[in-house]
Protein backbone atom coordinates (compact mmCIF):
# COMPACT_ATOMS: atom_id res chain seq x y z
CA UNK A 1 0.00 0.00 0.00
CA UNK A 2 1.26 3.50 -0.67
CA UNK A 3 2.32 5.58 2.29
CA UNK A 4 2.38 8.95 2.67
CA UNK A 5 3.39 9.43 -0.80
CA UNK A 6 1.57 12.87 -2.56
CA UNK A 7 1.96 11.96 -6.55
CA UNK A 8 3.62 9.38 -8.29
CA UNK A 9 3.56 9.86 -12.38
CA UNK A 10 4.91 7.30 -14.25
CA UNK A 11 4.96 8.52 -17.79
CA UNK A 12 4.98 5.30 -20.24
CA UNK A 13 5.52 6.85 -23.96
CA UNK A 14 4.16 6.44 -26.93
CA UNK A 15 6.59 7.44 -29.85
CA UNK A 16 5.50 5.10 -32.77
CA UNK A 17 7.89 6.19 -35.66
CA UNK A 18 5.90 5.62 -38.76
CA UNK A 19 2.90 4.72 -37.46
CA UNK A 20 2.87 8.11 -35.20
CA UNK A 21 0.10 11.13 -35.99
CA UNK A 22 -0.16 13.88 -34.27
CA UNK A 23 -3.38 16.02 -34.19
CA UNK A 24 -3.07 17.96 -36.96
CA UNK A 25 -3.79 14.64 -39.18
CA UNK A 26 -6.55 15.95 -41.20
CA UNK A 27 -4.86 19.26 -42.24
CA UNK A 28 -3.55 19.23 -45.84
CA UNK A 29 -0.28 20.44 -45.59
CA UNK A 30 2.30 18.52 -44.38
CA UNK A 31 4.96 20.13 -42.33
CA UNK A 32 8.78 19.68 -41.27
CA UNK A 33 9.72 22.04 -38.04
CA UNK A 34 13.42 22.11 -38.92
CA UNK A 35 15.85 23.09 -36.09
CA UNK A 36 19.35 24.13 -36.28
CA UNK A 37 21.75 24.24 -33.95
CA UNK A 38 23.62 28.06 -33.58
CA UNK A 39 22.57 29.76 -36.50
CA UNK A 40 22.21 33.74 -35.70
CA UNK A 41 19.39 35.84 -37.22
CA UNK A 42 21.95 38.21 -38.74
CA UNK A 43 24.01 35.22 -40.72
CA UNK A 44 20.75 34.11 -41.73
CA UNK A 45 19.34 37.47 -43.34
CA UNK A 46 22.21 38.08 -44.79
CA UNK A 47 21.83 34.72 -46.80
CA UNK A 48 18.43 35.52 -47.90
CA UNK A 49 19.20 38.22 -48.63
CA UNK A 50 21.91 36.45 -51.31
CA UNK A 51 18.91 34.49 -52.36
CA UNK A 52 18.93 31.93 -50.46
CA UNK A 53 15.77 30.82 -48.87
CA UNK A 54 13.55 32.52 -51.18
CA UNK A 55 10.02 30.11 -50.51
CA UNK A 56 10.42 31.18 -46.77
CA UNK A 57 8.75 34.21 -45.20
CA UNK A 58 10.74 37.47 -43.84
CA UNK A 59 12.40 35.96 -40.50
CA UNK A 60 12.04 36.68 -37.40
CA UNK A 61 14.38 36.96 -34.40
CA UNK A 62 14.06 34.03 -31.54
CA UNK A 63 15.11 34.91 -28.46
CA UNK A 64 16.53 32.63 -26.47
CA UNK A 65 16.61 31.14 -22.84
CA UNK A 66 18.78 32.52 -20.39
CA UNK A 67 21.78 30.59 -20.75
CA UNK A 68 21.30 30.75 -24.36
CA UNK A 69 22.19 26.81 -24.18
CA UNK A 70 21.37 24.04 -26.49
CA UNK A 71 19.99 21.33 -23.89
CA UNK A 72 17.84 24.20 -21.82
CA UNK A 73 16.77 26.00 -25.11
CA UNK A 74 15.65 23.33 -26.77
CA UNK A 75 13.97 21.83 -24.33
CA UNK A 76 11.90 25.32 -23.82
CA UNK A 77 11.43 25.39 -27.37
CA UNK A 78 10.10 22.21 -27.39
CA UNK A 79 8.33 22.14 -23.96
CA UNK A 80 9.94 19.02 -23.44
CA UNK A 81 9.16 19.40 -19.91
CA UNK A 82 11.71 19.38 -17.15
CA UNK A 83 15.55 19.43 -17.28
CA UNK A 84 18.01 18.85 -14.36
CA UNK A 85 20.39 21.12 -15.36
CA UNK A 86 21.06 23.66 -18.24
CA UNK A 87 23.38 21.33 -19.67
CA UNK A 88 23.68 17.57 -19.84
CA UNK A 89 26.50 17.93 -17.05
CA UNK A 90 24.97 19.26 -14.21
CA UNK A 91 25.10 19.99 -10.49
CA UNK A 92 22.65 17.96 -8.56
CA UNK A 93 22.65 19.49 -4.77
CA UNK A 94 20.98 16.19 -3.60
CA UNK A 95 23.91 13.76 -4.59
CA UNK A 96 26.38 16.80 -3.85
CA UNK A 97 27.94 16.15 -7.12
CA UNK A 98 28.24 16.66 -10.89
CA UNK A 99 26.24 14.31 -12.81
CA UNK A 100 25.44 13.35 -16.17
CA UNK A 101 27.36 14.13 -19.35
CA UNK A 102 27.43 14.18 -23.22
CA UNK A 103 26.92 9.88 -22.97
CA UNK A 104 23.50 10.72 -21.21
CA UNK A 105 21.59 13.06 -23.42
CA UNK A 106 20.28 10.43 -25.22
CA UNK A 107 19.07 8.53 -22.44
CA UNK A 108 17.44 11.41 -20.89
CA UNK A 109 13.59 13.01 -20.86
CA UNK A 110 14.90 15.95 -22.61
CA UNK A 111 14.80 17.74 -26.11
CA UNK A 112 16.43 14.66 -28.32
CA UNK A 113 13.55 12.36 -27.52
CA UNK A 114 11.29 14.67 -29.13
CA UNK A 115 12.61 14.31 -32.34
CA UNK A 116 11.60 12.77 -35.43
CA UNK A 117 14.81 12.45 -36.60
CA UNK A 118 18.34 13.65 -35.15
CA UNK A 119 21.84 11.96 -35.14
CA UNK A 120 24.18 13.34 -32.82
CA UNK A 121 27.28 11.64 -31.47
CA UNK A 122 30.95 12.43 -30.90
CA UNK A 123 31.83 10.68 -34.50
CA UNK A 124 29.67 13.32 -36.48
CA UNK A 125 30.28 16.10 -34.60
CA UNK A 126 34.27 15.60 -35.09
CA UNK A 127 32.89 14.93 -38.74
CA UNK A 128 31.70 17.93 -38.94
CA UNK A 129 34.99 19.72 -37.87
CA UNK A 130 37.06 18.55 -39.89
CA UNK A 131 34.67 17.79 -43.17
CA UNK A 132 32.40 21.06 -42.82
CA UNK A 133 29.87 21.39 -45.57
CA UNK A 134 29.96 17.53 -46.83
CA UNK A 135 29.13 16.50 -43.26
CA UNK A 136 26.16 18.70 -43.30
CA UNK A 137 25.15 17.48 -46.88
CA UNK A 138 25.02 13.86 -45.61
CA UNK A 139 23.07 14.94 -42.63
CA UNK A 140 20.39 16.40 -44.97
CA UNK A 141 20.47 13.49 -48.03
CA UNK A 142 19.83 11.27 -44.95
CA UNK A 143 16.54 13.97 -43.44
CA UNK A 144 15.11 13.53 -47.08
CA UNK A 145 15.50 10.29 -46.96
CA UNK A 146 13.87 9.89 -43.12
CA UNK A 147 11.43 12.57 -44.67
CA UNK A 148 10.24 10.85 -47.76
CA UNK A 149 9.90 7.33 -46.63
CA UNK A 150 5.90 8.57 -45.13
CA UNK A 151 3.98 11.25 -45.37
CA UNK A 152 3.55 10.91 -41.58
CA UNK A 153 4.05 11.86 -38.72
CA UNK A 154 2.38 15.54 -40.12
CA UNK A 155 4.14 17.77 -37.85
CA UNK A 156 7.73 16.34 -38.50
CA UNK A 157 10.60 17.20 -36.01
CA UNK A 158 14.07 16.86 -37.35
CA UNK A 159 17.39 18.36 -35.34
CA UNK A 160 21.20 18.87 -36.73
CA UNK A 161 22.88 20.06 -33.56
CA UNK A 162 26.34 19.94 -35.42
CA UNK A 163 25.84 23.65 -36.84
CA UNK A 164 27.08 24.46 -33.68
CA UNK A 165 30.24 22.56 -33.65
CA UNK A 166 31.08 24.28 -37.00
CA UNK A 167 29.73 27.78 -36.06
CA UNK A 168 32.41 27.51 -32.65
CA UNK A 169 35.23 26.15 -34.85
CA UNK A 170 34.57 28.08 -38.47
CA UNK A 171 32.41 30.92 -37.01
CA UNK A 172 30.39 33.54 -39.96
CA UNK A 173 32.25 31.59 -42.91
CA UNK A 174 31.14 28.03 -41.68
CA UNK A 175 27.99 28.99 -41.02
CA UNK A 176 27.39 30.59 -44.53
CA UNK A 177 27.97 26.73 -45.77
CA UNK A 178 25.94 25.20 -43.90
CA UNK A 179 23.34 27.58 -44.98
CA UNK A 180 24.33 26.79 -48.58
CA UNK A 181 24.22 23.25 -48.00
CA UNK A 182 20.25 23.35 -45.97
CA UNK A 183 18.57 25.48 -48.83
CA UNK A 184 19.80 23.48 -51.64
CA UNK A 185 19.24 19.95 -49.80
CA UNK A 186 15.31 21.48 -48.85
CA UNK A 187 14.73 22.74 -51.92
CA UNK A 188 15.54 18.98 -53.51
CA UNK A 189 13.41 17.69 -50.01
CA UNK A 190 10.02 19.67 -50.81
CA UNK A 191 10.34 19.09 -54.46
CA UNK A 192 10.51 15.30 -54.20
CA UNK A 193 7.65 15.79 -51.45
CA UNK A 194 5.42 17.08 -54.06
CA UNK A 195 6.07 14.50 -56.57
CA UNK A 196 5.81 11.43 -54.23
CA UNK A 197 2.56 12.70 -52.28
CA UNK A 198 1.09 15.07 -54.54
CA UNK A 199 1.09 17.77 -51.56
CA UNK A 200 2.86 20.28 -50.37
CA UNK A 201 5.82 19.99 -47.58
CA UNK A 202 5.66 23.44 -45.46
CA UNK A 203 9.25 23.58 -43.57
CA UNK A 204 9.72 26.01 -40.34
CA UNK A 205 13.45 26.61 -39.95
CA UNK A 206 14.41 27.85 -36.23
CA UNK A 207 18.02 27.93 -34.24
CA UNK A 208 18.02 28.07 -30.57
CA UNK A 209 20.68 30.73 -30.12
CA UNK A 210 23.01 32.84 -31.52
CA UNK A 211 26.61 33.32 -31.73
CA UNK A 212 29.17 36.21 -30.49
CA UNK A 213 31.19 34.76 -33.99
CA UNK A 214 34.12 36.11 -32.80
CA UNK A 215 37.07 34.55 -29.95
CA UNK A 216 37.57 35.76 -26.80
CA UNK A 217 39.70 35.19 -24.01
CA UNK A 218 39.12 32.32 -21.88
CA UNK A 219 39.32 33.99 -18.18
CA UNK A 220 40.91 32.06 -15.10
CA UNK A 221 37.46 31.89 -13.19
CA UNK A 222 38.88 29.84 -10.58
CA UNK A 223 42.17 32.04 -9.74
CA UNK A 224 39.29 34.27 -9.24
CA UNK A 225 37.33 32.21 -6.56
CA UNK A 226 40.57 31.91 -4.69
CA UNK A 227 41.80 35.59 -4.75
CA UNK A 228 38.09 36.33 -3.50
CA UNK A 229 38.47 33.65 -0.70
CA UNK A 230 36.32 31.27 -2.09
CA UNK A 231 37.52 27.41 -2.36
CA UNK A 232 36.77 25.58 -6.29
CA UNK A 233 35.24 22.31 -5.26
CA UNK A 234 33.52 19.42 -6.19
CA UNK A 235 31.23 18.60 -3.51
CA UNK A 236 29.71 21.36 -1.28
CA UNK A 237 30.92 20.87 2.53
CA UNK A 238 31.58 24.61 3.90
CA UNK A 239 30.15 27.96 2.89
CA UNK A 240 33.31 29.11 1.03
CA UNK A 241 32.99 26.19 -1.17
CA UNK A 242 31.82 26.90 -4.63
CA UNK A 243 31.26 24.48 -7.53
CA UNK A 244 31.34 25.87 -11.01
CA UNK A 245 31.45 23.64 -14.19
CA UNK A 246 30.58 24.47 -17.88
CA UNK A 247 30.80 22.00 -20.66
CA UNK A 248 32.80 23.76 -23.60
CA UNK A 249 33.99 27.48 -23.50
CA UNK A 250 30.81 29.69 -23.26
CA UNK A 251 29.81 33.21 -22.62
CA UNK A 252 28.02 32.42 -19.49
CA UNK A 253 29.28 31.16 -15.85
CA UNK A 254 27.03 29.32 -13.13
CA UNK A 255 27.86 28.89 -9.99
CA UNK A 256 26.70 26.98 -6.78
CA UNK A 257 26.92 27.90 -2.67
CA UNK A 258 25.46 27.08 -0.14
CA UNK A 259 23.10 30.04 1.14
CA UNK A 260 25.22 32.30 3.62
CA UNK A 261 27.90 33.05 1.33
CA UNK A 262 25.26 33.58 -1.79
CA UNK A 263 25.13 37.38 -2.01
CA UNK A 264 28.78 37.81 -1.66
CA UNK A 265 29.65 35.43 -4.41
CA UNK A 266 27.42 37.57 -6.53
CA UNK A 267 28.63 40.92 -5.52
CA UNK A 268 32.69 39.70 -5.97
CA UNK A 269 31.71 38.33 -9.17
CA UNK A 270 30.04 40.80 -10.30
CA UNK A 271 33.01 43.33 -9.16
CA UNK A 272 35.35 41.50 -12.20
CA UNK A 273 35.96 42.72 -15.22
CA UNK A 274 34.67 40.20 -17.44
CA UNK A 275 31.17 40.31 -15.61
CA UNK A 276 28.95 41.96 -17.80
CA UNK A 277 25.20 40.96 -15.44
CA UNK A 278 25.45 38.83 -12.52
CA UNK A 279 22.28 37.27 -11.03
CA UNK A 280 21.04 35.72 -8.14
CA UNK A 281 17.59 34.86 -6.55
CA UNK A 282 17.13 34.53 -2.71
CA UNK A 283 14.62 31.64 -1.97
CA UNK A 284 13.53 33.30 1.59
CA UNK A 285 12.72 36.57 -0.02
CA UNK A 286 11.48 35.61 -3.44
CA UNK A 287 13.86 38.50 -4.70
CA UNK A 288 16.31 38.36 -7.36
CA UNK A 289 19.30 40.58 -7.48
CA UNK A 290 20.77 41.88 -10.45
CA UNK A 291 24.15 43.42 -9.96
CA UNK A 292 26.91 44.98 -12.49
CA UNK A 293 30.09 47.19 -12.19
CA UNK A 294 27.98 50.17 -12.65
CA UNK A 295 24.94 49.23 -10.11
CA UNK A 296 22.47 46.68 -8.73
CA UNK A 297 18.65 46.76 -8.24
CA UNK A 298 15.88 44.10 -6.59
CA UNK A 299 13.56 42.71 -8.63
CA UNK A 300 10.34 41.09 -7.55
CA UNK A 301 8.40 38.73 -10.32
CA UNK A 302 4.14 38.07 -9.77
CA UNK A 303 3.44 34.98 -11.16
CA UNK A 304 0.01 35.50 -10.86
CA UNK A 305 -0.23 39.02 -13.01
CA UNK A 306 3.66 37.97 -14.88
CA UNK A 307 4.57 41.07 -13.45
CA UNK A 308 7.60 42.38 -12.57
CA UNK A 309 8.71 45.28 -10.13
CA UNK A 310 11.92 46.82 -9.46
CA UNK A 311 12.95 48.49 -6.69
CA UNK A 312 16.22 48.84 -4.22
CA UNK A 313 18.31 50.22 -7.07
CA UNK A 314 22.03 51.49 -6.32
CA UNK A 315 24.07 53.08 -8.95
CA UNK A 316 23.06 52.69 -12.38
CA UNK A 317 20.57 50.51 -13.68
CA UNK A 318 22.54 46.94 -14.90
CA UNK A 319 19.84 46.14 -17.32
CA UNK A 320 19.01 49.48 -18.75
CA UNK A 321 14.92 49.03 -18.38
CA UNK A 322 14.64 52.51 -16.07
CA UNK A 323 16.14 54.24 -18.83
CA UNK A 324 13.55 52.76 -21.60
CA UNK A 325 10.82 54.50 -19.24
CA UNK A 326 9.99 51.57 -16.50
CA UNK A 327 9.53 52.55 -13.12
CA UNK A 328 11.08 51.57 -10.09
CA UNK A 329 8.28 50.47 -7.48
CA UNK A 330 5.73 49.95 -9.69
CA UNK A 331 4.55 46.79 -11.18
CA UNK A 332 5.12 46.73 -14.55
CA UNK A 333 3.64 43.75 -16.91
CA UNK A 334 5.76 41.20 -18.87
CA UNK A 335 4.44 42.43 -22.12
CA UNK A 336 5.65 45.98 -21.17
CA UNK A 337 9.65 45.23 -19.96
CA UNK A 338 9.67 42.70 -23.04
CA UNK A 339 8.91 45.60 -25.62
CA UNK A 340 11.54 47.87 -23.58
CA UNK A 341 14.02 45.29 -23.12
CA UNK A 342 14.62 44.92 -26.98
CA UNK A 343 15.68 48.53 -26.54
CA UNK A 344 18.69 47.49 -24.62
CA UNK A 345 21.40 44.76 -24.61
CA UNK A 346 19.61 42.25 -22.83
CA UNK A 347 16.28 41.18 -24.80
CA UNK A 348 13.68 40.18 -22.54
CA UNK A 349 16.20 40.07 -19.85
CA UNK A 350 13.50 39.56 -16.42
CA UNK A 351 12.04 37.04 -17.77
CA UNK A 352 14.65 35.13 -18.73
CA UNK A 353 16.79 35.51 -15.30
CA UNK A 354 13.63 34.41 -13.36
CA UNK A 355 13.12 31.27 -15.43
CA UNK A 356 16.63 30.39 -15.45
CA UNK A 357 16.67 30.56 -11.24
CA UNK A 358 12.86 30.00 -10.13
CA UNK A 359 10.94 28.72 -13.12
CA UNK A 360 9.82 25.60 -13.13
CA UNK A 361 12.20 24.10 -15.72
CA UNK A 362 15.35 23.39 -14.44
CA UNK A 363 15.72 21.43 -11.65
CA UNK A 364 18.85 22.15 -10.01
CA UNK A 365 19.41 26.44 -10.75
CA UNK A 366 22.52 28.24 -10.43
CA UNK A 367 22.71 30.05 -7.16
CA UNK A 368 24.41 32.55 -9.19
CA UNK A 369 24.64 32.89 -12.99
CA UNK A 370 27.43 36.01 -14.72
CA UNK A 371 26.55 36.62 -18.16
CA UNK A 372 30.12 37.62 -19.26
CA UNK A 373 31.13 40.41 -21.48
CA UNK A 374 31.80 40.18 -25.63
CA UNK A 375 35.83 39.61 -25.99
CA UNK A 376 35.89 37.10 -22.85
CA UNK A 377 34.78 33.50 -22.11
CA UNK A 378 35.31 31.03 -19.67
CA UNK A 379 35.24 26.93 -19.44
CA UNK A 380 35.48 24.89 -16.31
CA UNK A 381 38.17 22.47 -18.25
CA UNK A 382 41.56 22.37 -18.29
CA UNK A 383 41.60 20.60 -21.63
CA UNK A 384 39.23 23.47 -23.18
CA UNK A 385 41.43 25.98 -21.93
CA UNK A 386 44.24 24.28 -23.39
CA UNK A 387 42.13 23.46 -26.68
CA UNK A 388 41.67 27.35 -26.89
CA UNK A 389 44.98 28.15 -26.06
CA UNK A 390 46.75 26.48 -29.29
CA UNK A 391 43.18 26.77 -31.60
CA UNK A 392 44.27 30.30 -33.11
CA UNK A 393 41.25 30.08 -35.81
CA UNK A 394 38.47 29.22 -33.26
CA UNK A 395 35.38 32.07 -33.64
CA UNK A 396 32.57 32.48 -30.77
CA UNK A 397 30.41 31.22 -28.34
CA UNK A 398 27.45 31.89 -26.55
CA UNK A 399 25.03 31.23 -23.77
CA UNK A 400 25.01 34.93 -22.52
CA UNK A 401 22.03 37.24 -21.78
CA UNK A 402 23.45 39.52 -24.78
CA UNK A 403 21.77 39.88 -27.90
CA UNK A 404 24.50 38.76 -29.89
CA UNK A 405 24.43 35.32 -27.96
CA UNK A 406 20.51 35.29 -27.87
CA UNK A 407 19.06 36.15 -30.74
CA UNK A 408 18.53 33.35 -33.27
CA UNK A 409 16.10 32.62 -36.25
CA UNK A 410 12.56 31.94 -36.89
CA UNK A 411 11.02 32.00 -40.66
CA UNK A 412 8.73 29.59 -42.31
CA UNK A 413 7.49 28.86 -46.27
CA UNK A 414 3.84 28.67 -44.60
CA UNK A 415 3.33 31.71 -41.87
CA UNK A 416 4.81 34.59 -41.03
CA UNK A 417 6.13 35.10 -37.42
CA UNK A 418 6.00 38.30 -35.06
CA UNK A 419 9.27 40.48 -35.36
CA UNK A 420 10.72 39.04 -31.97
CA UNK A 421 9.33 36.05 -30.76
CA UNK A 422 10.60 34.01 -27.52
CA UNK A 423 11.70 31.02 -26.88
CA UNK A 424 9.10 29.89 -24.39
CA UNK A 425 6.13 31.32 -27.10
CA UNK A 426 7.62 29.38 -29.80
CA UNK A 427 5.27 26.17 -29.15
CA UNK A 428 2.00 28.48 -29.51
CA UNK A 429 3.01 30.14 -32.61
CA UNK A 430 3.34 26.96 -34.93
CA UNK A 431 -0.28 27.45 -36.80
CA UNK A 432 -2.95 24.01 -36.20
CA UNK A 433 -0.70 21.71 -34.25
CA UNK A 434 -0.14 21.63 -30.71
CA UNK A 435 2.71 20.15 -29.22
CA UNK A 436 1.16 19.75 -25.52
CA UNK A 437 -0.82 16.86 -27.48
CA UNK A 438 2.02 15.47 -29.97
CA UNK A 439 4.19 15.16 -26.50
CA UNK A 440 1.76 13.94 -24.25
CA UNK A 441 2.91 10.59 -23.06
CA UNK A 442 0.56 7.84 -21.21
CA UNK A 443 0.45 8.75 -17.38
CA UNK A 444 -0.13 6.67 -14.24
CA UNK A 445 -0.83 8.82 -11.15
CA UNK A 446 -1.05 6.61 -7.79
CA UNK A 447 -2.82 8.64 -5.45
CA UNK A 448 -2.49 8.25 -1.39
CA UNK A 449 -5.26 6.03 -0.75
CA UNK A 450 -3.88 3.76 -3.55
CA UNK A 451 -6.59 4.24 -6.25
CA UNK A 452 -5.34 4.73 -10.03
CA UNK A 453 -5.64 7.45 -12.41
CA UNK A 454 -4.56 7.10 -16.28
CA UNK A 455 -4.48 9.92 -19.13
CA UNK A 456 -3.82 8.61 -22.58
CA UNK A 457 -1.30 9.74 -24.84
CA UNK A 458 -1.68 11.77 -28.15
CA UNK A 459 0.23 9.15 -30.36
CA UNK A 460 -1.44 6.25 -28.64
CA UNK A 461 -5.17 7.48 -29.18
CA UNK A 462 -4.12 8.95 -32.97
CA UNK A 463 -3.05 4.69 -33.67
CA UNK A 464 -6.22 3.72 -36.45
CA UNK A 465 -6.09 0.05 -35.36
CA UNK A 466 -5.59 0.79 -31.91
CA UNK A 467 -8.64 -0.91 -29.74
CA UNK A 468 -7.07 -2.16 -26.67
CA UNK A 469 -3.66 -1.57 -24.18
CA UNK A 470 -2.10 -4.31 -22.02
CA UNK A 471 -0.54 -3.64 -19.03
CA UNK A 472 1.91 -6.23 -17.36
CA UNK A 473 3.42 -5.28 -14.47
CA UNK A 474 6.45 -6.49 -12.52
CA UNK A 475 8.00 -6.17 -9.18
CA UNK A 476 11.64 -7.38 -9.25
CA UNK A 477 13.47 -7.80 -5.83
CA UNK A 478 16.66 -6.08 -5.88
CA UNK A 479 19.25 -4.42 -7.97
CA UNK A 480 19.92 -7.71 -9.76
CA UNK A 481 16.60 -7.28 -10.99
CA UNK A 482 15.43 -10.78 -10.33
CA UNK A 483 11.60 -11.32 -10.80
CA UNK A 484 10.03 -12.13 -7.31
CA UNK A 485 6.57 -10.81 -8.42
CA UNK A 486 4.29 -10.46 -11.45
CA UNK A 487 1.26 -8.78 -11.09
CA UNK A 488 -2.11 -9.98 -12.30
CA UNK A 489 -2.36 -8.09 -16.22
CA UNK A 490 -4.68 -5.31 -17.04
CA UNK A 491 -6.49 -4.44 -20.29
CA UNK A 492 -7.71 -1.10 -21.48
CA UNK A 493 -10.25 -1.23 -24.26
CA UNK A 494 -10.50 2.40 -25.94
CA UNK A 495 -13.88 3.82 -28.20
CA UNK A 496 -13.53 5.55 -31.10
CA UNK A 497 -14.69 8.58 -28.49
CA UNK A 498 -11.51 8.17 -26.73
CA UNK A 499 -9.48 8.00 -29.75
CA UNK A 500 -11.44 10.90 -31.60
CA UNK A 501 -10.40 13.10 -28.59
CA UNK A 502 -7.96 15.66 -29.06
CA UNK A 503 -8.81 17.87 -25.73
CA UNK A 504 -6.40 17.12 -23.26
CA UNK A 505 -8.52 17.80 -20.14
CA UNK A 506 -11.94 16.07 -22.37
CA UNK A 507 -12.31 12.42 -22.30
CA UNK A 508 -8.90 11.54 -21.68
CA UNK A 509 -8.19 10.52 -18.32
CA UNK A 510 -10.23 7.45 -16.76
CA UNK A 511 -9.81 5.67 -13.30
CA UNK A 512 -8.46 2.05 -13.53
CA UNK A 513 -7.94 -0.83 -11.47
CA UNK A 514 -4.34 -1.64 -11.01
CA UNK A 515 -2.46 -2.13 -8.27
CA UNK A 516 -2.78 -0.74 -5.43
CA UNK A 517 0.46 -2.02 -3.26
CA UNK A 518 3.01 -0.24 -5.60
CA UNK A 519 5.79 0.65 -2.89
CA UNK A 520 7.85 3.71 -3.49
CA UNK A 521 10.78 1.24 -2.36
CA UNK A 522 10.45 -1.81 -4.87
CA UNK A 523 12.11 -2.15 -8.12
CA UNK A 524 9.68 -2.30 -11.11
CA UNK A 525 9.28 -3.21 -14.90
CA UNK A 526 6.04 -2.69 -17.05
CA UNK A 527 5.25 -4.10 -20.84
CA UNK A 528 2.71 -3.29 -22.64
CA UNK A 529 0.98 -3.79 -25.82
CA UNK A 530 -1.11 -2.14 -27.94
CA UNK A 531 -3.38 -4.32 -30.13
CA UNK A 532 -6.11 -4.18 -32.68
CA UNK A 533 -9.50 -5.71 -32.71
CA UNK A 534 -7.96 -8.81 -33.86
CA UNK A 535 -5.95 -9.00 -30.96
CA UNK A 536 -2.49 -8.51 -33.15
CA UNK A 537 0.00 -6.67 -31.53
CA UNK A 538 0.52 -3.20 -33.53
CA UNK A 539 3.22 -1.36 -30.80
CA UNK A 540 4.71 -2.70 -27.83
CA UNK A 541 7.01 -1.92 -25.28
CA UNK A 542 8.88 -3.18 -22.04
CA UNK A 543 10.85 -1.07 -19.61
CA UNK A 544 13.76 -1.07 -17.94
CA UNK A 545 14.03 -1.84 -14.15
CA UNK A 546 12.86 1.59 -12.08
CA UNK A 547 11.79 2.66 -9.09
CA UNK A 548 9.10 5.11 -8.11
CA UNK A 549 10.46 7.90 -6.26
CA UNK A 550 9.39 11.77 -5.58
CA UNK A 551 10.61 13.38 -8.20
CA UNK A 552 8.93 16.78 -8.23
CA UNK A 553 6.18 14.80 -8.06
CA UNK A 554 6.71 12.15 -10.96
CA UNK A 555 9.04 9.98 -12.71
CA UNK A 556 9.81 10.14 -16.65
CA UNK A 557 10.65 7.52 -18.73
CA UNK A 558 12.98 8.05 -21.61
CA UNK A 559 10.77 7.98 -24.85
CA UNK A 560 13.57 6.94 -27.43
CA UNK A 561 14.04 3.02 -28.18
CA UNK A 562 11.26 2.32 -25.84
CA UNK A 563 8.85 1.89 -28.10
CA UNK A 564 8.76 -0.97 -31.08
CA UNK A 565 7.22 -2.46 -33.68
CA UNK A 566 6.31 -6.50 -32.91
CA UNK A 567 8.13 -8.88 -35.23
CA UNK A 568 6.53 -10.61 -38.13
CA UNK A 569 3.45 -12.83 -36.87
CA UNK A 570 3.28 -11.31 -33.20
CA UNK A 571 -0.11 -12.35 -32.30
CA UNK A 572 -2.02 -12.13 -28.89
CA UNK A 573 -0.39 -11.66 -26.28
CA UNK A 574 -2.03 -12.44 -22.57
CA UNK A 575 -5.53 -13.54 -23.65
CA UNK A 576 -6.91 -13.76 -20.21
CA UNK A 577 -5.90 -10.07 -18.06
CA UNK A 578 -7.47 -9.81 -14.89
CA UNK A 579 -9.41 -6.15 -15.76
CA UNK A 580 -10.91 -5.62 -18.73
CA UNK A 581 -11.80 -1.48 -18.64
CA UNK A 582 -13.75 -0.72 -21.76
CA UNK A 583 -13.81 3.13 -22.25
Not at 73 to 78: G, P
Not at 234 to 263: C, M, W
Not at 287 to 311: C, I, P, T, W
Amino acid sequence: MIKKLFYLVLLLPFLLSSQQINAGENLNQRHLFFCLDSIPYAVFMKARDNGLFKDFQAPSRMISTFPALTNYAWSVILNAGEVEGYQTRYYDPIMNRLEGGFKDLFKSKGFPNKFDYIQENLIIQLQAYIFGRSAIDKKMKSLGEKVLSSNTPRLFFAFIGISDIIAHMKGEEGIDEILLAVDANLNEIRKEHLKKFNEPLEVTMLSDHGSTLQKGQVINIYRTLKEANFNPVKSLKNPEDVIYHTSGILSVAPFFIQEPRRIELAQRLAEQPWAELTATYNTGTGHFLLLSQAGSVEVEYNKDNNAFRMKNLKGKDPVGLIEQGMALEEWIPQSDIFLASLRTNFPDVLKRIQMALNGNIVKYPASVLVSIKYGYESSSSRFMNWFSGIKKNRHGTHGGLAALDSIGVISSTQQAFPEWVSAYDIRNQIKDFNFALRYEDMTFLWKDDGTCRMRLGQALLDLPEAESIQLHIKTLANEKYTLSNTHDVFAVNLSSQNKGNNQLESGRIFDVPLPTDINSGYIYRIEAHVLNSEGDIIAQTKTKPFRIKHVRGYLRIPIQNHFTHPKKNAKRHWAHPKQIVSF
